[in-house]
């Protein structure tokens, strides 16, 4: 198991929510990312489409009523912070730390320190190749 991060909100995420956000968002992030949702109601997976294949971006539990990730590059972790932000979420880590995209920059916010990712379409351009590549 990886490092999980967590998509957090005020109001739990339940799955007919997910369900609208992801087919309804327009947004340019959005459309290019082609989140989908698969599985059951009680359990399932958001993926996403690059090249040929589908990669898993997060999963999914009815019980839980949230989003889960283990991002392994930097694509999966920039398609998880537009995950979030299209549910109305933030994308936090074990640590608490919080990623997000400011000015179409992906950043780490961990108390007083910022870590800038890129350009976010830069990363979603790069695909998903693993940080241990």
Do not use: N
């Amino acid at each position: 198991m990886g490092y999980e991060l967590r998509v957090e909100r005020e109001i739990p995420l339940g799955y007919t929510e997910l369900a609208k956000s992801l087919s309804a968002d327009t947004s340019p992030e959005a459309s290019e990312a082609g989140f989908e949702l698969r599985g059951l109601r009680e359990a399932g997976e958001v993926v996403v489409r690059f090249g040929d294949a589908t990669h898993t971006v997060a999963t999914w539990a009815t019980s839980a009523c949230r989003l889960v990730g283990e991002p392994a590059s930097d694509w999966q972790l920039a398609q998880l912070a537009v995950l979030s932000g299209l549910v109305g979420g933030r994308l936090t880590g074990e640590d608490g730390e919080v990623y997000a995209v400011r000015d179409g920059i992906l950043e780490q916010v961990s108390g007083s320190s910022t870590l800038e990712f890129g350009k976010l379409e830069e990363l979603l351009a790069a695909g998903p190749s693993s940080w241990s590549e």
